[in-house]
């Protein structure tokens, strides 16, 4: 089986509190990846880890073949990011937003048209960013993710604070893409409906720590749940009884 993205104890800690604590993850090739874990689990420590954005207190991990820290530039080359709320520029329109992003990244002004097509906004690149809905900024930001078609999205929160209509977008928009141009998707979510419609396979943080890595059949089988089980409720379980035996190592 062959894995785009592989960490190996990837650790960060601050001062006394672990973060992301020795996890070790396995990102198949062309799916898309679920990752899991309530509020402060770790998730977007790891995904800033990956991205370079903040550097690993310990352990070590690969992209596509490169490896952090030495092939750092590299990685970021392979990546496309989408980072909680994008930013842009208000009085610029959508495709002069993405055309920075572009310079940066030295690509061809190609590109630009290429993401806003991707993304379904080519007919509204010429309008100002700030007169986009929620959902088209939402887009927009996927089109700056996908400038230049990199082999790895990392998307953390791609439906944040959209609509019901939104949400279904990005949804089937993000599991067109890797069969659109053979991409592998990492994507985080408290959207776990969203999550079980999209993953082909699923990791689970709960306190830093790596519960559950593998298929959503194997997460229901883990937890001993029937196969008509949804996401949601696997999930609870399985975080629950580590919040328990969490309690109870803490009285011995």
């Not at 954005?53 to 310990?58: C, G, I, S, V, W």
């Not at 820290?69 to 909680?84: A, H, N, Y």
């Not at 959209?162 to 985080?188: A, F, Q």
Request: glycine share 10%; hydrophobic share 35%.
């Amino acid at each position: 089986m062959e894995y785009i993205i592989t960490t190996e104890q990837l650790t960060k800690k601050y001062k006394n509190f672990v973060s992301v604590n020795n996890v070790s993850l396995h990102i198949r090739k062309g799916s898309i990846y679920g990752f899991l874990g309530p509020n402060g689990a770790g998730k977007s420590t790891t995904m800033k880890m990956l991205l370079g954005l903040t550097a690993p207190t310990k352990g070590s991990f690969a992209i596509d073949g490169r490896h952090f820290p030495e092939d750092r530039i590299d990685i970021l080359k392979e990546v496309g990011s989408f980072i909680e709320s994008p930013s842009f520029y208000a009085n610029l329109t959508g495709r002069e937003n993405l055309d920075i992003i572009r310079r940066i990244l030295g690509l061809p002004k190609d590109s630009v048209d290429d993401a806003l097509e991707l993304v379904g906004l080519e007919e509204f690149g010429g309008r100002l960013a700030k007169k986009y809905s929620l959902g088209m900024k939402q887009r927009l930001g996927l089109a700056g993710a996908l400038l230049g078609r990199p082999p790895v999205l990392i998307l953390d929160e791609p439906t944040n604070g959209l609509d019901p209509s939104g949400i279904h977008e990005i949804r089937n928009l993000v599991k067109s893409l890797p069969d659109l141009y053979d991409c592998t998707i990492m994507i985080s979510s408290h959207m776990l409906s969203e999550i079980e419609l999209m993953a082909d396979d699923i990791g689970i943080l709960n306190h830093g720590n790596l519960l559950f890595e593998g298929s959503l059949e194997d997460l229901r089988h883990s937890v001993g749940k029937a196969e008509s089980t949804n996401l949601e409720d696997v999930f609870l379980t399985m975080v629950e009884q580590d919040n328990t035996s969490r309690k109870q190592r803490a009285k011995l």
